[in-house]
């Protein structure tokens, strides 16, 4: 299966234009944002877990990168709240849950190999640090030579140039903003490709953003199951 698979082009997508698409679990539904692969994939994906839903034990062999967006997320090691960020690094282990529902943003596959951080942040407990940007505060989340994540915060009608990257993907997590005439909203997502140069417009309340910078330098391949 290829989803929004090719890398060199400017991709959006708007939660109110994408289904949810049942996942092998009852009671886990799936929107997805792009994807290589069938259920062994390497993907972008926003997961909605009704409450007592579950996944089966399961390794992820290519690593799991995810923020909870909406209640608490759950496993074997642990409740994870709203606002949580975490990294899975390939080899782990855990059996996913939601007692009382979940919805989170998770990424497979798109780890480097070798890579065996284990990561759990509190992004809605960490106070924001100023940028370069006026208007412009951001949350770091994770950063390594190939690609840095963080939470970016934008003042009402600041004005961001989105350039000098390796491809970056934006989510809107609250608020909005406006990019090349499209207008994002919350559970909204944006990937600019590698070179791309834009300019973004804050909405006039301003906006939330989970940003990914630096990993799209390279065309992603799907992995092997």
């Not at 140069?197 to 391949?221: C, E, M, Y």
């Amino acid at each position: 299966m290829n989803v929004n698979a090719d890398f060199f082009l400017r991709v959006a997508v708007h939660a109110a234009d994408a289904p949810w698409v049942p996942s092998p679990m009852p009671g886990v539904d799936r929107r997805m944002l792009d994807r290589i692969g069938g259920e062994v994939a390497r993907a972008t994906t926003v997961v909605r877990y009704a409450p007592h839903s579950r996944f089966s034990a399961h390794v992820h062999t290519g690593g799991e990168e995810y923020l909870v967006l909406d209640g608490v997320f759950q496993d074997e090691h642990g409740d994870f709240p709203i606002g949580t960020y975490v990294r899975n690094p390939p080899g782990s282990r855990h059996t996913p849950r939601a007692d009382n529902g979940a919805t989170i943003l998770v990424k497979l596959w798109q780890f480097d190999p070798s890579d065996r951080t284990q990561v759990v942040i509190p992004s809605t407990d960490r106070q924001p640090t100023a940028t370069d940007c006026d208007g412009v505060e951001q949350i770091a989340l994770y950063e390594d030579s190939h690609e840095r994540v963080r939470i970016e915060l934008w003042q009402p009608d600041t004005k961001v140039q989105l350039a000098g990257h390796q491809g970056m993907e934006v989510f809107v997590v609250a608020g909005g903003f406006t990019e090349a005439g499209e207008e994002f909203g919350p559970n909204d997502w944006l990937r600019l490709p590698a070179g791309h140069v834009s300019n973004a417009l804050a909405g006039k309340d301003g906006a939330r953003l989970w940003i990914k910078s630096g990993h799209l330098a390279q065309t992603p391949k799907a992995p092997r199951p």
